[in-house]
Structures are given as C-alpha cells and as structure tokens.
Nanobody
Framework: QVQFVESGGGLVQPGGSLRLSCGASGFTFSSLAMSWYRQTPGKERELIAGISVTGGNRNYADFVKGRFTISRDNAKNTVYLQMNSLKPEDTAVYYC???????????WGQGTQVTVSS
C-alpha cells in the first residue's frame, strides 16, 4: 500500500525558512519521480515542484522559483522541500506524491501545515 508521511511544517515568520520531509513506502521509491503539492481551503491542490528519479531534473512552479528547493534521498525513501524566503501566501497544507508534473498515486498523506505569519 502506497503511503506518504509529511512532516516539518509549522509556524514561521515572513522571510523565514522551513524544511519539509516526506517519507514514502509501499513502492520502489528509487524508481519514480516525486513531487510536492500544496492546498489551501477552497482551492485545488497545486504542484510546487517535481524531481526526477536521480534528482538530475527538477521543475518548479513560477511562484516558488528561486525560493524553494526539492531534493531526495533514495536510500531513505524520502523527498525534501527546502523553503526559504517564505511569504504569507505560502500558507497551506503541503503534500508529496509520486510523479514529476502531476500526481500518480490516488493515495495522499495527511500533509503538513505551513503557516507564514508575523
């Protein structure tokens, strides 16, 4: 059974940083691209970033380019999202999933809440 466990969220001031982690299980992690998404109430879940199997290719939504960095550790079955220069509009629940530009798995984790506020 495919499972994702996101962690690392919290309350941070504007301009601050957070590092999110997503532990994955139930599939061969090193064989699939991975991606991060976020969702706010009343809105569709949106793609933030994707990373290829080896990490050699990454894509980012325009609204996070230059501020967020996606990475992965295939030995730990974990994908990360380093978020810098956070803005109040980054406030959302963050999720990970399989895939590079769109989610592959129908399963979603519980997400991790990120709140950017002074």
């Amino acid at each position: 059974q495919v499972q994702f466990v996101e962690s690392g969220g919290g309350l941070v001031q504007p301009g601050g940083s957070l590092r999110l982690s997503c532990g994955a299980s139930g599939f061969t992690f090193s064989s699939l691209a991975m991606s991060w998404y976020r969702q706010t109430p009343g809105k569709e879940r949106e793609l933030i970033a994707g990373i290829s199997v080896t990490g050699g290719n990454r894509n980012y939504a325009d609204f996070v380019k230059g501020r967020f960095t996606i990475s992965r550790d295939n030995a730990k079955n974990t994908v990360y999202l380093q978020m810098n220069s956070l803005k109040p509009e980054d406030t959302a629940v963050y999720y990970c999933n399989q895939g590079y530009s769109w989610p592959i798995s129908r399963s979603w984790g519980q997400g991790t809440q990120v709140t950017v506020s002074s």
